[in-house]
């Protein structure tokens, strides 16, 4: 890939439904820190750059030896300023022609998976043009009702759920786009993304303490 590359990690010392999610201890550190070093193993990557708020956070990125953002507290209260205008700021703060915002609530996302995503996002998005930007997804297939009557299936003629349709669910794995891109739309993505699906074991995002403890039973399992 000839434009460099910049993997965003995002973190803030808040967190309303599980307290300082992530900084919570995972296998032989912390989320973030376990975030960062996966991504040191992810070939194809110019510079990791940790965007925080939290001086703790920050320092922990100097520690393991990557680039630091410090963002305002009103970029990070979840109140002053919206999720459009905070990715505006913080793409508009980074160094990089492609930014990967690579989250560390999906701690099980593998470096192959990264590595691969990196290959389909040039080959699809910089080289054949059919999308604009690329972010990780899950398959969902469940038996769906809304308010009143079932979304994706017939009850009077009862499928298997492999047999149901395969939607699809965006996951905090990561997501992919140039970076001018990422400010011109004040999203991490565009109207024609190409979805990346990832397994049921990369796919875990830590939203909820039950989340966490999921992806902590699963670290040790190959």
Not at 61 to 86: L, W
Not at 154 to 168: D, G, R, V
Request: hydrophobic residues 35%.
């Amino acid at each position: 890939m000839r434009e460099s590359v910049t993997a965003v990690i995002p973190v803030r010392a808040g967190s309303r439904r599980l307290p300082n999610k992530n900084i919570l201890p995972f296998g032989d550190s912390n989320l973030l820190v376990h975030k960062i070093r996966q991504l040191k193993q992810v070939k194809g990557l110019d510079r990791i750059i940790v965007s925080s708020d939290s001086d703790e956070m920050l320092e922990m990125a100097n520690s393991e030896g990557v680039q630091t953002h410090k963002r305002e507290i009103e970029y990070c209260d979840e109140c002053t300023k919206t999720f459009n205008e905070v990715v505006e700021y913080i793409a508009k703060g980074v160094e990089g022609d492609i930014l990967m915002w690579a989250p560390c609530v999906c701690p099980l996302t593998s470096v192959e998976s990264y590595e691969h995503a990196l290959t389909d996002f040039e080959q699809k998005v910089l080289i054949e043009g059919k999308y604009d930007s690329l972010i990780s997804a899950k398959s969902f297939k469940e038996y769906l009702f809304d308010e009143n009557k079932p979304l994706n299936w017939n009850p009077e003629f009862h499928i298997p759920s492999q047999n149901l349709p395969a939607w699809k669910v965006i996951v905090n794995g990561f997501y992919i786009a140039p970076r001018e891109k990422m400010i011109e739309w004040k999203y991490l993505y565009g109207k024609n993304p190409y979805l990346y699906i990832l397994d049921k074991r990369e796919s875990v995002d830590i939203d909820d303490r039950e989340d966490f403890e999921v992806a902590r039973a699963l670290l040790g399992i190959s």
